[in-house]
Structures are given as C-alpha cells and as structure tokens.
C-alpha cells in the first residue's frame, strides 16, 4: 500500500510539471485564422449533393426564368427556404450547366445568408464559369464584389483564372487580372507568368509586357519565343504541354 500511494504521488507531480511546461495558447485569433485559411473547411471544396427539395427548386428556376414576375415570386417564397446545402449545391450546378443568369441570380442570394463568409474559392467558381462564357459585365460585377470583401487571391488561383480568360479569347480581361496579381501582397510565382506567356503568344504587345515583368522577377530563369512560322510555332505549343 505505500508503495502504491509513493507511485500515484509521483504519477501526480510528474502530470503536474507536463501541465506547467506545456506552450500556451496567446492568441486564440491565431487558431481561428489557421484553421479559416484551410482549404478543406471551405464548404465550396466539398462534395455537393441536391436534396430533393434542391432538384426541384433548380427545375422550377430554369422554367420560370422567361417569366420575370413568377421569378422573383418563386426566388422569395421558395429559394429563400433552401437548406445551405441544397443552396450551394443549385448554385454550383447552374455554374455547370453554364446558366449565367440564374448562377447570378444564385450568387446574389447566397451572399445575403446569414452563414455567408467572403470565400476565395467561392468568387474563383464563379469567375472562371462567367470567363467560359465571355460575360464580361458579370465578371467585373463578381469582381468588384470581392474587392469590397477583402476577398485575396494566391498565386495559383490567379493563374488558373488568367488562362479561363485567355482560353476565352478575353486577353483585355485577362491583363486586368494580371495587374491585380502584380499588386497582390502574395510572394510572386513563376508558374502564373508562364501561365500568360503561353496563352499571350497571338497578342505580342501583352506578351511583352508580361515577358519583361517576368525577367525583372525572375532574372535567372529563361523565356522561350515562338518561332513566327507557322510549322515552329504548332512544335512550340506541343513542347510546352509536355512540360
């Protein structure tokens, strides 16, 4: 028995000095941040699956959308009781299915929840679906939107979002990009400058532009150009795939 007691009192101390040494947390803000910036928590990387009330909802929409007043009737007694799934997931189909208008219509309801918090991978769905379709009006509204959110971009997010515009035929747009990425506080990357070599081959006066901001940041790496006939150029494009 005293030995027992002896083992427990030392069991009790030891337990002690662990808690006394143990870092402690300064700042919760620091948890909250870490854990927010993770890209698994965002509730527009995870798998969305439509409800049955959602499927009908969707359907409903794309039936009334030619008739304005049904519209907006059903967009407030129906949509507006949605579950934050069934709401994402529509939202997320109509970016699918290319329907601009009711994915805006969707976009503007969901910002207006009151779970809704400025998401980066939120505002880059949608840009990247309105760059697929040219709706360049809409692309500058979403735009403008996350600007006022405080909304930031990385490096790679802006590089996928420069090629959707180039892709797109929308190199006006795409620079507009470019010159947020250039003021963003992010270290700049190289992979979203040759993002926008490869896709401002045809506009050389953009390429140009880019090429010397890349060689300033980049003094060490090298810039291949094109061959200007035709036959070099079509090689040039199939080597930089393969890279």
Not at 49 to 63: D, I, S
Request: aromatic share 10%; proline share 5%; net charge neutral.
């Amino acid at each position: 028995m005293w030995r027992q007691g002896q083992n427990l009192l030392r069991r009790a101390s030891s337990r002690r000095q662990q808690l006394q040494h143990r870092p402690q947390i300064t700042d919760v803000r620091q948890l909250i941040t870490g854990a927010a910036s993770s890209p698994s928590l965002s509730i527009w990387r995870r798998k969305k699956e439509m409800g049955k009330e959602g499927l009908m909802v969707a359907k409903e929409l794309k039936r009334l959308q030619c008739h304005p007043v049904r519209f907006e009737r059903f967009m407030k007694t129906n949509v507006s009781r949605l579950l934050k799934s069934d709401l994402v997931a529509v939202l997320v189909e109509f970016q699918r299915q290319n329907l601009v208008s009711l994915s805006m219509k969707l976009y503007e309801v969901v910002r207006k929840e009151t779970w809704y918090r400025p998401d980066m991978f939120f505002y880059r769905d949608m840009l990247m679906m309105l760059a697929r379709n040219k709706s360049v009006d809409e692309a500058r509204t979403v735009w403008d939107d996350l600007k006022k959110e405080g909304v930031l971009f990385d490096q790679h997010t802006f590089g996928d979002l420069m090629r959707a515009f180039l892709d797109s035929g929308l190199p006006d747009e795409a620079m507009r990009i470019y010159d947020e990425m250039r003021s963003s506080p992010d270290r700049p990357l190289s992979l979203p400058f040759r993002v926008m070599l490869k896709g401002l081959i045809p506009y050389p006066e953009f390429r140009e532009k880019v090429k010397d901001d890349f060689l300033e940041l980049f003094p060490d790496m090298f810039v291949y150009d094109p061959p200007e006939d035709e036959d070099g150029d079509e090689q040039w494009r199939l080597e930089s795939e393969e890279e």
